[in-house]
């Protein structure tokens, strides 16, 4: 079985630009969350999608937006770049029954450099 | 809101000993999981064990166990054994309604 893939591995934005990072769920995943890495950090949760609509959020601004796709892959929108927003954005998945069962799976991640 | 805290920033081990990484974690939910996921130079979360709360027997995996203290909110893992391939960032985990991670501790395995 596949595992989850990110893309792109790495990206150099500048400030107040847009992007949009991709993640493919691992097969027989329905469940995607990203999480923020910044330096020396553990991952912060951003936001979760479950069945195509966002089902739980972290505390980040309305300027993260996301996607579900029928495939369940999914993407992370960033508007309005900041500095700060340099960082690993990590992409997990999880099987139906939900991540307190059995953990995600995690994607190597994309990591975002803003300047 | 849920925290989860790792109070050592680094550790090191010689290989073939056994070392235990701390994790404590505040909540007031009653039903919840805990994990250790290990993070190498290549970026990837893997997971490393996993412990649901309303079991009392400690989850173990191979060379990996944890000692859990629900009463104590405390979550440690111990390595046996240690390897070289082990060192890594070592994070805690907790999920209930949303997945909290703890900031890392940093395992350095010594020749």
């Known amino acids: 079985e596949t595992g989850v893939t990110q893309s792109p591995t790495h990206l150099i934005k500048t400030r107040g630009q847009q992007v949009t990072l991709r993640c493919s769920s691992q097969s027989g995943h329905n469940t995607v969350s990203w999480y923020q890495q910044a330096l020396g950090q553990g991952p912060q949760f951003i936001f979760q999608?479950?069945?195509?609509?966002?089902?739980g959020r972290g505390n980040f601004p309305p300027r993260f937006s996301g996607l579900q796709f029928p495939n369940y892959s999914s993407e992370l929108n960033v508007n309005a770049l900041e500095l700060d927003d340099s960082a690993l954005y990590l992409c997990?998945?999880?099987?139906?029954?939900?991540?307190?069962?059995?953990?995600?799976?995690f994607g190597s991640g994309t990591r975002l450099t803003v300047v | 809101a849920q925290t989860v805290t790792q109070s050592q920033p680094e550790m090191s081990v010689q290989e073939a000993e056994t070392v235990t990484l701390s994790c404590t974690y505040d909540?007031?939910?009653?039903?919840?999981?805990l994990f250790w996921y290990k993070q190498p130079p290549s970026r990837q979360m893997i997971l490393v064990i996993r412990?649901?709360?309303?079991?009392?027997q400690n989850a173990t995996e191979n060379r990996f166990s944890v000692n859990f203290q629900k009463a104590a909110k405390s979550f440690s893992l111990k390595i046996s054994d240690s390897q070289l391939g082990d060192a890594a960032m070592y994070f805690c985990a907790y999920s209930g309604n949303q997945f909290y991670f703890g900031t890392g501790t940093s395992l350095t395995v010594i020749p």
């Open positions: 999608y479950y069945r195509e609509e966002e089902n």
């Open positions: 412990q649901e709360a309303y079991k009392q």
């Open positions: 997990a998945s999880s099987p139906p029954g939900g991540q307190s069962n059995y953990g995600y799976t």
């Open positions: 909540t007031s939910e009653s039903d919840y999981y």
